[in-house]
């Protein structure tokens, strides 16, 4: 219960975002600018604050080997739905990506209301490593429905572009000038609330998923929100990781699907609206089974 209070600012700003896009006459192309606004400015601005200021150990590479290994097993299962629902390849090629890829803006907000700096400096570590990973594989799914390379979305995206900037950064031990300082930290200060905000505004509640699609839907849900974070709890307690990587692990692990994997589905000429559909949904769901996760670790650690 503490947990999921800690967390209701948080989701209520996520409700508000859809709210107003529905109750205030702002225009699509306000929204399609903050989210802009938020992915290639404020975030990117966020990750470099953080991880420039976090001094970097071999301590991260449990955190990242059991992010990678929950995703790892994510996708596993999620090809099994292959075989299993009556899914053309264009549609399983396009919703496979939905078991395994994270929403950033979730993860790090949450993490600075677990730890702090430290919570977002861990996450934007973790996130950082895995944005390659999951990006490589969701596009090679795609691949033979589009001309997208890999290497070109990597190249563009500014969360990965940020933390491996502030990854050199840190190992050069460069300072950051104070007035650099100052202003990446009232971007960074911007960035979690508005972005929350941006989440919300992108929810799509109707349609897409029709009666044939629901069991396919279902599945993918329940390997992103509940299989994906039983496997890192596992992992994390088979490794020995304890304080805050486990509780940023954790909740790498159990964030809801990225709003960029409809981005990719739609460039690629993949199922779009069940996509759509599906990051909405696992968002909603995420609401309640992320605080669940939580208060079942504080129970099992009592």
Request: net charge positive.
């Amino acid at each position: 219960m503490s947990t999921a209070l800690t967390l209701l600012p948080d989701f209520a700003l996520i409700l508000l975002g859809y709210g107003l896009r529905r109750w205030m006459a702002l225009g699509d192309h306000f929204w399609t600018g903050l989210e802009k606004l938020v992915y290639y400015v404020l975030f990117p601005a966020l990750l470099f604050n953080a991880i420039t200021k976090t001094p970097l150990t071999f301590a991260a590479v449990p955190l990242i080997g059991t992010g990678a290994a929950a995703m790892a097993g994510a996708m596993l299962l999620a090809l099994l739905a292959r075989p299993l629902f009556p899914l053309t390849p264009l549609s399983f090629a396009s919703q496979f990506q939905c078991a395994f890829r994270f929403n950033s803006y979730i993860g790090l907000a949450v993490a600075a209301k677990l730890h702090g700096a430290a919570g977002i400096a861990s996450m934007g570590l973790l996130t950082g490593g895995m944005v390659p990973f999951a990006n490589i594989v969701a596009v090679g799914m795609l691949a033979r429905h589009g001309e997208t390379s890999v290497w070109r979305e990597l190249a563009r995206n500014p969360l990965f572009l940020s933390t491996l900037a502030a990854l050199a950064w840190n190992l050069l031990g460069l300072p950051v000038p104070a007035p650099a300082g100052h202003f990446l930290g009232r971007l960074a200060e911007a960035a979690i609330a508005l972005g929350l905000l941006a989440v919300g505004a992108a929810l799509r509640l109707r349609g897409a998923i029709g009666p044939e699609g629901r069991g396919a839907a279902s599945y993918f849900l329940a390997v992103k929100l509940l299989a994906m974070p039983l496997i890192a709890l596992l992992v994390a307690r088979w490794i020995g990781l304890t304080g805050v990587h486990f509780d940023v692990v954790m909740a790498f692990a159990a964030l809801p699907t990225a709003s960029s994997a409809y981005i990719l589905a739609q460039r690629m000429g993949g199922d779009g609206p069940r996509v759509a559909w599906l990051i909405s949904a696992s968002t909603l769901l995420g609401m309640a089974t992320l605080p669940l996760w939580f208060t079942l670790l504080a129970f099992l650690a009592g």
